[in-house]
């Protein structure tokens, strides 16, 4: 992705989050110089990586198969590792409509996903097998805001504005936006990006980059370049 097209990206989606009352946190609004000469003191949001994410996959087709994301907290594994102290996350998320997040699962996360505004959020689902890889004619448990489905494999949850989903371990998933954007919420246990997505099919998680401008902002896959 070019970065030009990721510093649009970030306007627009910051409109939208704003349109739907929500306002990030002051370090999304950083400049890169601001978050190097603040990098001493915002070691946590370096080291847990919350913050700008916007991923194409590495497919190149962000209008079609993509995602926009902003990590506002993300805890310790260690904690969670141990039963206690800060083993949550929190994120926002645009699904844009008919934008599809690839089928995947975790191995250590779970997870509440919200639409918090906007279309209708169309989530198709699929169970485990005894390995917990993709079982195509499996299915499973979710809860739907407190309430127990049982689903079908392949069965496509849609999700009006202020439903919600619970997905464990072994719920394989994808989304997208039907009817047009949605605005996501995210609830989980720790996040781990870099190695606690496992997708159906050999792709990305993070977008390769082309620098044809400055970045506006860093995203969390700048850090370990821009901040050491």
Excluded at 20 to 49: N, Q, S
Excluded at 89 to 98: G, P, R, V
Excluded at 119 to 125: F, I
Excluded at 143 to 163: C, F, N, T, V
Aim: charged letters at 25%; aromatic letters at 10%.
């Amino acid at each position: 992705m070019k970065r030009s097209r990721i510093n649009d990206i970030l306007t627009s989606a910051d409109d939208m989050i704003r349109s739907y009352g929500f306002v990030l946190p002051p370090f999304a609004y950083w400049t890169p110089d601001e978050f190097k000469a603040k990098a001493d003191v915002a070691g946590h949001i370096i080291a847990t990586r919350c913050g700008w994410d916007i991923t194409d996959y590495g497919a190149g087709r962000f209008d079609e198969m993509g995602l926009f994301l902003f990590t506002l907290r993300n805890g310790l594994l260690g904690d969670l590792q141990n039963g206690g102290g800060m083993c949550y996350a929190e994120k926002l998320l645009i699904s844009k409509q008919d934008q599809l997040s690839p089928m995947h699962t975790h191995v250590i996360k779970a997870e509440d996903i919200i639409n918090r505004g906007g279309a209708t959020l169309v989530v198709e689902l699929f169970g485990s097998d005894d390995t917990g890889k993709f079982a195509k004619d499996e299915g499973g448990t979710v809860s739907l805001d407190g309430i127990r489905h049982a689903y079908a494999p392949g069965e496509k949850l849609q999700l009006a504005p202020g439903e919600s989903v619970t997905l464990r371990p072994g719920d394989w998933h994808a989304f997208w936006g039907e009817g047009g954007d949605v605005l996501v919420g995210e609830v989980s246990t720790v996040n781990d990006d870099e190695s606690d997505n496992i997708f159906r099919e050999p792709i990305g998680r993070f977008a390769n980059i082309e620098e044809d401008t400055d970045p506006k902002h860093l995203l969390v896959s700048d850090y370990r370049t821009w901040l050491g």
